[in-house]
């Protein structure tokens, strides 16, 4: 029995323990978030089927992925980017749009976001490029150069609709940099550049975007769909430069330090916000337990972008804490996994994914708990999702794939195959 169970959970046991607590806390909350979806499905059961069912999903494709040797993933890299631009430019030309952006594309029933799988792309590119031009004193000045040209080829079709998916993959893409230990002199001109081209942006949100265009969109997905299908889509510059009014209203409402009396909120405008402070605020430190919450049924988003809100809602500060700790924990086992490769490339590749993951976590408990603007970033693992959740498996793959099957440094400094390979 012992055997069959190491044959199936190969790699780091700290990882699998940390991926299956953050799928029983999904599988929990997202049942408990879903009254909404409940409410008009019908079925209290139905909503936490499905999402268990495509978890199961992404389990089967994280077993996959654990068992390819981490060496072989190189083979997959132009594919995947390929696959991404592709896919990106499909969803810009005749994506399904859902709350103002085209984010999604539809094959038969099955729909999917593109974005999920270029940024797994781009994290596989970058450690490929950064191992590929390794030296004893970092990396070799041309591979910054490399990066960016790919990033911008894959990154540009993701901010014109989607900028807090672009604004993750940047910020993780510049830490592999700093990982890789490209020049230090390259990333101080990096940051410069980026936050000029910030400025630029932000100043033109603001004085071309409209923030009273942002009034509350449609609840279902075909309302959405059929509400942008009634827009006037002739104008070009309307279409690339659409955003800035969503940007507009979510930068005026984080910025604003104005206190606004509770019967004064636009529930219609704020909802999201607004609830999700009531929820945290009628937590009580403790929570009122699992399946007790009452924000649930009034936050549209309650088992995706806020489900951190209903998880301190009912669980309390200490089910908030354990929540971020496993994140914690996934992220310095993984560099410690890392630490131990002999080899760049496992390394960089391992980092580069655990940083996907925590750093969107951080996004999504940070807009929570409010102190950022809305981003509209699910919780890893945990948020109610179809693509995500099984491209978030597969990056758990990866990193156990690279704690079973890389190579591994002795204490002496001398090379070692991973002990799993070897009894493989």
């Avoid at 999604?104 to 450690?127: N, R, Y």
């Avoid at 040209?149 to 592999?176: D, G």
């Avoid at 309390?316 to 560099?335: E, K």
């Avoid at 793959?397 to 400094?413: C, F, H, P, T, Y």
Wanted: proline share 3%; charged share 15%.
């Amino acid at each position: 029995m012992n055997k069959t169970l190491n044959n199936l959970f190969k790699g780091d046991k700290v990882i699998w323990m940390v991926f299956f607590f953050l799928c029983i806390v999904s599988i929990v909350e997202v049942y408990s978030a879903s009254s909404q979806l409940t409410y008009k499905g019908s079925s209290y059961l139905e909503p936490m089927v499905k999402h268990a069912g495509l978890l199961a999903l992404g389990i089967f494709f994280m077993l996959v992925t654990m068992n390819v040797q981490c060496k072989y993933f190189k083979i997959f890299t132009p594919f995947l980017l390929l696959l991404s631009l592709v896919m990106l430019i499909w969803v810009l030309v005749a994506g399904e749009a859902t709350n103002g952006a085209s984010r999604w594309v539809g094959i038969m029933d099955f729909k999917f976001q593109p974005s999920e799988i270029a940024k797994g792309s781009l994290v596989l590119a970058t450690a490929q490029i950064l191992s590929a031009m390794q030296g004893e004193n970092g990396a070799d000045r041309r591979a910054c150069g490399y990066i960016l040209s790919v990033c911008a080829v894959i990154v540009s079709p993701i901010l014109l609709e989607n900028f807090s998916t672009a604004a993750l993959i940047c910020v993780v893409i510049f830490m592999m940099m700093v990982i890789g230990r490209v020049p230090i002199d390259q990333l101080g001109k990096l940051i410069g550049v980026t936050t000029l081209v910030v400025v630029v942006v932000i100043t033109m949100t603001m004085l071309f975007g409209n923030a009273e265009n942002t009034e509350q969109k449609p609840t279902t997905r075909t309302e959405q769909v059929e509400t942008e299908k009634q827009k006037d889509k002739g104008n070009l510059l309307s279409r690339v430069f659409h955003r800035f009014d969503t940007w507009k209203a979510r930068i005026e409402s984080f910025s604003s330090n104005e206190e606004v009396p509770p019967e004064k909120v636009d529930l219609d405008k704020d909802g999201q916000v607004a609830h999700a402070n009531i929820a945290i605020a009628s937590s009580n430190i403790v929570g009122c337990g699992p399946g007790n919450s009452v924000e649930r049924d009034f936050l549209s988003q309650a088992f995706s972008d806020f489900i951190y809100a209903i998880i301190i809602e009912e669980t309390g500060f200490i089910g908030a804490f354990f929540v971020a700790l496993l994140y914690i924990v996934l992220l310095f086992r993984t560099g410690r996994i890392a630490s131990h490769c002999e080899n760049a490339f496992p390394a960089f590749l391992a980092m580069g994914l655990a940083l996907m993951l925590v750093t969107q976590a951080l996004f999504n408990m940070c807009v929570a708990v409010g102190l950022a603007p809305v981003t509209g970033q699910p919780l890893p693992l945990i948020s109610k999702g179809g693509t995500s959740s099984v491209i978030n498996c597969i990056y758990v793959g990866a990193i156990l794939s690279v704690s079973r099957s890389a190579k591994k440094k002795e204490d002496n400094g001398q090379p070692a195959v991973a002990t799993n390979v070897a009894k493989a």
